[in-house]
């Protein structure tokens, strides 16, 4: 699940997470790491111009500070960045924050990346915003060999060039894995032919099937023979009956009718599916996130239900 509080966009972010605390946040990871969550993850965004303030909020935490707060206090959920926008950054930056993370958290680190929107960001730190797309492809590539085995790794790219400068902590991991964001044209060939999995944008369930034979379409095209972690972010869910206005695209009911409704996803090849409830409390939302994982959870994969 993508974690509330850290990033509190008016697209979804409820009206209590204004108050909340970072001991609420913890709260929630640790809720998560307790009720059996794959991972828990965290958004980037530097600086939010005025004009997109009101939509998009201006709070926005740091993903690396806060996945390395939040592995210090749980054991076994896996920590994601959804996602770091990593054109912001020179691949070395990104590579000494994100190797430390997995170092420190004994190899929990997913990395997820993705282009950016927000062209005053981009302008802020003198990052090229009209080339983020080949800037992020060469970016991929250059972590590729930063996040590696090698204390000294080396890159020659058309942008980037690094040899003889050696960086440890390594990671945990051999091979970190780098999920790639976006639901554009450019963003699936990104994941397709770079990436170890693949998170799109609130794709609908129409449009899935599509974008995911695409991807496979691609990597076989390219030749990438290792498998890829398909993703998908759900509907908003409430397990029961919810007693109060949750909206109308919201998913509630008993738990069995909503996993029913979730596995939809294993059927159009969906290997992980991002989950968000509905909630007016951080105790109503550590209670739904316990309720899922107890009783919905169980029953995602199970196909004679």
Do not use: N
Request: glycine share 10%; aromatic share 8%.
């Amino acid at each position: 699940m993508q974690l509330p509080i850290q990033s509190q966009s008016a697209l979804y972010a409820e009206p209590w997470e204004a108050s909340a605390t970072p001991a609420d946040l913890g709260r929630i990871a640790r809720a998560a790491d307790r009720s059996g969550f794959a991972y828990v993850a965290s958004c980037d965004h530097i600086a939010i111009p005025r004009r997109l303030a009101e939509g998009m909020s201006t709070v926005w935490y740091d993903p690396v500070a806060t996945l390395a707060y939040l592995a210090g206090i749980t054991e076994r959920v896996l920590l994601l960045s959804h996602v770091a926008v990593v054109g912001l950054r020179h691949p070395l930056i990104t590579a000494k924050q994100y190797a430390t993370l997995d170092h420190l958290s004994a190899g929990r680190l997913i990395l997820g990346v993705g282009a950016g929107h927000v062209r005053e960001e981009f302008e802020a730190v003198g990052a090229d915003f009209d080339g983020r797309g080949p800037v992020l492809d060469e970016t991929i590539d250059a972590l590729r060999a930063a996040l590696g085995p090698e204390e000294y790794p080396e890159f020659a790219g058309e942008r980037f060039f690094f040899g003889g400068l050696g960086q440890l902590p390594r990671p945990a991991q051999e091979r970190v894995p780098v999920w790639v964001g976006g639901s554009s044209p450019a963003a699936v060939r990104r994941a397709a032919v770079r990436g170890d999995g693949w998170l799109p944008q609130g794709d609908p369930r129409d449009r899935l099937p599509a974008q995911i034979a695409r991807v496979h379409a691609l990597r076989a095209e390219a030749g990438v023979e290792e498998p890829i972690v398909i993703g998908a972010i759900t509907e908003p869910l409430y397990v029961g009956e919810p007693g109060w206005a949750v909206g109308r695209g919201t998913l509630a009911g008993k738990p069995e009718e909503l996993a029913a409704s979730l596995r939809e996803y294993a059927a159009m090849g969906v290997h992980q599916i991002q989950v968000r409830f509905r909630s007016r409390s951080v105790a109503e939302l550590t209670d739904q996130m316990a309720a899922f994982g107890a009783d919905v959870a169980p029953h995602l994969d199970r196909s004679d239900q």
